[in-house]
């Protein structure tokens, strides 16, 4: 089983500053099989990155994913209020696992 | 694009088993793999296993293997994941989430049902 780590657990930033978000993997990914979702209290997850830099239908562009074999980032460039939410990364190279996740909230 | 619907909240005795339906409309049943992810409470994402309804074949995490079961009835198109044995920890959100059929392999998962809450006590 692939093992995701996500850091850093908590980021605390202002609206209008850039979020980089790290997700690491106890081996390599196959194909860069990773995906990156945002979830928001009381609410289902959301794709935003599949395959570690496509952008899934109807994200802005101000998110961005990169990376390959165990080092990937998820960036938001500026963020927007509604953007303070919990981000997950998640392998599909093999059975799926998902990383514990980092909080981004409001500094 | 194909949506999810669940099935309403759970209240379980401990041992006893719950069956969660995730309904599927929009979309070509067939064209997609179903799988469950768990929540607990202020706690991470856990897939459990999958089903790919145009084989019959469903897949399982390791951790739940003999304890959960995945079924699929093409004709309404509905997912279905029974979990048995339960106990205090399997407290959780369960979600569906479809992806795109490509053989064995696996997929991103897009979209999501609105979640199930099961909870377990005695």
């Known amino acids: 089983e692939i093992v995701l780590t996500q850091s850093p657990a908590t980021l605390s930033l202002s609206p209008g500053e850039r979020a980089t978000l790290s997700c690491g993997a106890s081996q390599s990914v196959s194909s860069s099989y990773l995906a990156w979702y945002q979830q928001k209290p009381g609410l289902a997850p959301r794709l935003l990155i599949y395959?570690?830099?496509s952008r899934a239908t109807g994200i802005p562009d101000r998110f961005s994913g990169s990376g390959s074999g165990t080092d990937f980032t998820l960036t938001i460039s500026r963020l927007e209020p509604e953007d303070f939410a919990v981000y997950y990364c998640q392998q599909y190279g093999s059975s799926p696992t998902f990383g514990p996740g980092t909080k981004v909230d409001i500094k | 694009q194909v949506q999810l619907v669940q099935s309403g909240a759970e209240v379980k005795k401990p041992g006893s088993s719950v069956k969660v339906s995730c309904k599927a409309s929009g979309g070509t049943f067939s064209s997609y793999t179903i799988s469950w992810v768990r929540q607990a409470p202020g706690q991470g994402l856990e897939w459990m296993g999958r089903?790919?309804?145009?084989?019959?074949?469903?897949n399982y995490a390791q951790k739940f293997q003999g304890r959960v079961t995945i079924t699929a009835d093409k004709s309404t198109s509905t997912a279905y994941m029974e979990l048995s044995s339960l106990r205090s920890e399997d407290t959780a959100v369960y979600y569906c989430?479809?992806?795109?059929?490509?053989?064995?392999?696996?997929?991103?998962?897009?979209?999501w049902g609105q979640g199930t809450l099961v909870t377990v006590s005695s």
């Open positions: 089903i790919i309804p145009i084989l019959g074949i469903a």
């Open positions: 395959d570690a830099s």
């Open positions: 989430a479809s992806s795109l059929y490509s053989g064995y392999a696996y997929n991103w998962f897009d979209p």
